[in-house]
């Protein structure tokens, strides 16, 4: 009888065990789990909310305070971005602790895939985050007769060969609309944040760029772009000079690192006097206040009626 009994009530307890184990959340219930802890870590993960009731060591309150993002170590740089918030790429590039980034092609873009985010980027997005140099140009060329000029022209005339006029056993170009005419008033006066946009979403129909240029070969297609607007306006957009727009010209760059590096360190008589490279030196709005207003100017209300492609 006893014997009956004890099994009675293992089995009881069992089915009862298994019953609980096997509660289905919904509702107000949360479910029950066999060894919770397994799959839920008592460990704070950072920047990360992922409170459990079953945790009682601590309070809610005090997870959430030792879970909440602290703040970056200054100069700190976001991973996969290159610049602040403005893309000037060179900030703090003299800087006796600054870091050499190279980026690639995972650079957060804050703007959406419409005509008012279009819009916004096209007002916002001024300055060229990468200096003017030859070999930026170099590249920036090279991938824009890959990439753009079947459509835009080499020449950046809206002749490229898909709308090529017809000819002795030629029937021309059959794309259906006429691409933009990149060296037309409109586009010499529209803003780098115009180009970069269409680039990474594409308009009409031009497709986006963005999954086939990196983040930097992006910025040296306008580069040269710039450069051929620049050539055409009898402007200089170079390394060494640009008198089109407030794009950073590389030998500023180069000037001003050696100058704040001489603040810095003092000037060794062995190395000669350096202070005739100040007059080249790019210092903010001061020395090209003349180009950020022309920059400005180039920033005008977008015309919806023109397309881009």
Same mark, same amino acid.
């Given at each position: ?68 993002? $602290?703040? !970056?170590?200054?100069? #700190?740089? &976001?991973?996969?971005?290159? =610049?602040?918030?403005?893309? *000037? %790429?060179?900030? /703090? ?33 001024? $300055?060229? !985050?990468?200096?003017? #140099?030859? &070999?930026?140009?170099?590249? =920036?060329?090279?991938?824009? *007769? %890959?990439?753009? /000029? ?143 207003g022309h920059d400005a100017d180039h920033t005008h209300k977008d015309n919806d009626d023109h397309h881009d492609h």
């Amino acid at each position: 009888m006893n014997l009956i009994k004890r099994n009675t009530t293992i089995l009881v307890v069992g089915v009862m065990l298994f019953l609980a184990s096997c509660q289905q959340p919904g509702g107000e219930k949360p479910g029950s789990e066999y060894m919770p802890d397994m799959a839920h870590s008592v460990a704070y993960e950072a920047n990360h909310y992922n409170y459990y009731y079953n945790n009682t060591w601590s309070s809610e309150a005090d997870y959430y305070e030792m879970a909440k993002p $602290r703040t !970056p170590v200054k100069g #700190t740089v &976001a991973r996969g971005f290159a =610049g602040d918030k403005t893309g *000037n %790429i060179t900030t /703090g590039m003299s800087s006796h602790n600054a870091i050499a980034h190279a980026p690639a092609g995972s650079v957060p873009y804050y703007y959406g895939d419409n005509d008012e985010e279009r819009l916004r980027a096209t007002n916002e997005i001024i $300055r060229n !985050p990468y200096p003017i #140099t030859a &070999a930026g140009i170099a590249e =920036g060329k090279e991938l824009y *007769n %890959i990439y753009c /000029g079947i459509c835009h022209g080499e020449k950046i005339d809206g002749g490229g060969y898909l709308v090529r006029d017809p000819g002795p056993g030629d029937v021309g170009g059959k794309y259906p609309v006429q691409p933009a005419i990149l060296n037309s008033e409109e586009f010499v006066a529209a803003s780098n944040g115009r180009y970069y946009h269409a680039l990474m979403y594409g308009k009409n129909l031009m497709g986006a760029y963005a999954d086939k240029l990196s983040y930097e070969e992006r910025w040296q297609v306008i580069h040269y772009i710039r450069s051929l607007q620049a050539k055409e306006l009898k402007l200089e957009y170079s390394e060494e000079q640009n008198t089109f727009n407030g794009d950073i010209p590389g030998a500023s760059i180069a000037s001003t690192q050696i100058v704040q590096h001489t603040d810095v360190h003092g000037v060794d008589e062995d190395h000669g006097d350096v202070h005739h490279v100040e007059g080249s030196h790019m210092d903010g709005d001061d020395s090209h206040g003349h180009e950020e207003g022309h920059d400005a100017d180039h920033t005008h209300k977008d015309n919806d009626d023109h397309h881009d492609h």
